[in-house]
């Protein structure tokens, strides 16, 4: 079973700066199926990216997903006040279980 | 646009079953892969297991095996996930999510989410 750790647990930044969120696994990550999500919340995760770096319908270009192997990572180039949230990687490439990390708050500082 | 409506909330008691739906509505119903993840309150995202309709093939998540069966019915668009001998830390908002593209189990659409609360 792959486990992914994401860290940091808590980020805090203001708006207009950048953040940089990273998902690592226990064990490589067949074929780079590696997704992102943010929650609000009250509401459902909402996609942002998979295949690590494929950016989902309606996501904008400030938010962008690399990595291989073993170490992922989401950035967010310039930190807009919806992008408040919790984000969650999972990946789904090798058997299952197809498990999250724990989450990342990134707050406003 | 896919869209998923899932059912209402359940109370149950302990060593009690419940099965919750997700209709599906948007593209090819052969074309979807669906997961059930749920969420504990203020816990994070835990995958349970999926279903690919049209290979008739479903995958769970060990620790919910011999637990959990995830099921869909063609003719109404419509996937289940049957959980049984409930106990308090089943507890959680129960999601259905899909892809449509992939053929993966991640979650490219989800549905509203439905509360599962057990409690004597």
């Known amino acids: 079973e792959i486990v992914l750790t994401q860290s940091p647990g808590t980020l805090s930044l203001s708006p207009g700066e950048r953040a940089t969120l990273s998902c690592r696994a226990s064990?490589?990550?067949?074929?780079?199926?590696l997704a992102w999500y943010q929650q609000k919340p009250g509401q459902a995760p909402r996609l942002l990216i998979y295949d690590t770096s494929i950016r989902a319908a309606g996501i904008p270009e400030r938010l962008s997903g690399s990595g291989s192997g073993t170490n992922f990572t989401l950035t967010i180039s310039r930190l807009e006040p919806e992008d408040f949230a919790v984000y969650y990687c999972q990946q789904y490439g090798t058997s299952p279980p197809y498990s999250f990390g724990q989450g990342t708050k990134l707050e406003i500082k | 646009q896919v869209q998923l409506v899932q059912s209402g909330s359940e109370l149950k008691k302990p060593g009690s079953s419940v099965k919750v739906s997700c209709k599906a509505s948007g593209g090819a119903f052969s074309s979807y892969s669906f997961s059930w993840v749920r969420q504990a309150p203020g816990q994070g995202l835990e995958w349970m297991g999926g279903i690919i309709p049209v290979l008739s093939t479903s995958d769970y998540a060990q620790k919910f095996q011999g637990r959990v069966t995830i099921t869909t019915d063609e003719s109404t668009r419509t996937a289940y996930l049957e959980l049984s001998s409930l106990r308090s830390e089943d507890t959680a908002l129960y999601y259905c999510a899909c892809d449509i593209l992939t053929g993966h189990f991640m979650g490219r659409f989800w549905g509203q989410g439905t509360l599962v609360t057990v409690s004597s």
């Open positions: 064990q490589s990550v067949s074929s780079r199926y």
